[in-house]
């Protein structure tokens, strides 16, 4: 199984960066190459929560099943594949100081398919690298914008009106 991991740093607390990444309708804003993302089943997000994705990375589209294994609030998310694409993917979320968050994210992964499937991995893994760096980006910028249009939306509530 390949592996990738990285860091977003976000200009949000805790909470907001959590809440807004345990939101399955934000996936497609901060996911790069993610396609599709919806929940199947009954729950839509939280431990057991299943949802069907599908990514594009470079010359591959891969669909899978997920399911979530792990849901602490404000710690951690983990989910594995149970169809399609076999991977696992935890994101760990830390507190910093002054309003700000971070996340770690983990994505293994292998692809079916024997040595056509190992050799396809190796042929993925730029392509792979390239989006996990996007993803970090992603997630700092939208999650950072999420929080500021609250503070705004907040400030705004409070402000008197003539």
Not at 139 to 158: E, K, L
Request: net charge neutral.
């Amino acid at each position: 199984m390949s592996e990738v991991c990285f860091t977003a740093t976000c200009d949000a607390p805790l909470d907001v960066t959590f809440a807004y990444l345990d939101d399955y309708r934000n996936v497609l804003e901060y996911m790069h190459g993610m396609t599709s993302y919806r929940p199947v089943g009954e729950l839509d997000h939280g431990l057991g929560a299943m949802y069907e994705s599908t990514i594009k990375l470079g010359p591959s589209t891969q669909k899978s099943t997920i399911k979530n294994v792990c849901w602490e609030k404000n710690a951690r998310v983990s989910y594995e594949s149970v169809s399609g694409m076999r991977s696992t993917t935890t994101f760990v979320f830390r507190e910093l100081p002054g309003q700000r968050s971070e996340v770690e994210v983990r994505i293994g992964f292998s692809l079916p398919g024997g040595i056509a499937g190992r050799a396809l991995e190796k042929t993925l893994e730029p392509f792979i690298a390239a989006a996990a760096k996007n993803t970090a980006a992603n997630i700092s910028r939208v999650v950072s914008a999420h929080y500021a249009r609250q503070v705004a939306a907040a400030g705004n509530a409070d402000s008197p009106r003539p």
